[in-house]
């Protein structure tokens, strides 16, 4: 069994940055790829950035030049600097994971979530 933990989420003024962090603890063989989702009420939750075991990156069209994801392979952990927030950005962000628990086992796992808020 593979858990996340996020943390960083906040209240921050339009314009500012925040800083989120997801680290995995369990059964983990092998992460294969990390990801960022996010879910604003009334709406589907979308990706915002992903990050595959190679270090290739995908950003979802409005966070390109103002989102950045990174990992870091020995702490099993991945992050989302966000910068130049908007209002529009308020949501609940959701770290993701996909791998291998075992050779024979996959996991995909989903943080808690963590609030993201923006004032205008």
């Known amino acids: 069994q593979v858990q996340l933990v996020e943390s960083g989420g906040g209240l921050v003024q339009a314009g500012g940055s925040l800083r989120l962090s997801c680290a995995a603890s369990?059964?983990?063989?092998?992460?294969?790829?990390m990801g960022w989702y996010r879910q604003a009420p009334g709406k589907q939750r979308e990706l915002v950035a992903t990050?595959?075991?190679?270090?290739?990156?995908n950003y979802a069209g409005s966070m390109k030049g103002r989102f950045t994801i990174s990992r870091d392979n020995a702490k099993n952990t991945v992050y989302l600097q966000m910068n130049s927030l908007k209002p529009e950005d308020t949501a609940v962000y959701y770290c993701n994971m996909r791998g291998w628990s075992n050779p024979i086992n996959a996991f995909d796992a989903w943080g808690q979530g963590t609030l993201v808020t923006v004032s205008s």
């Open positions: 990050v595959t075991s190679g270090g290739n990156t």
């Open positions: 369990g059964s983990i063989g092998s992460i294969n790829a």
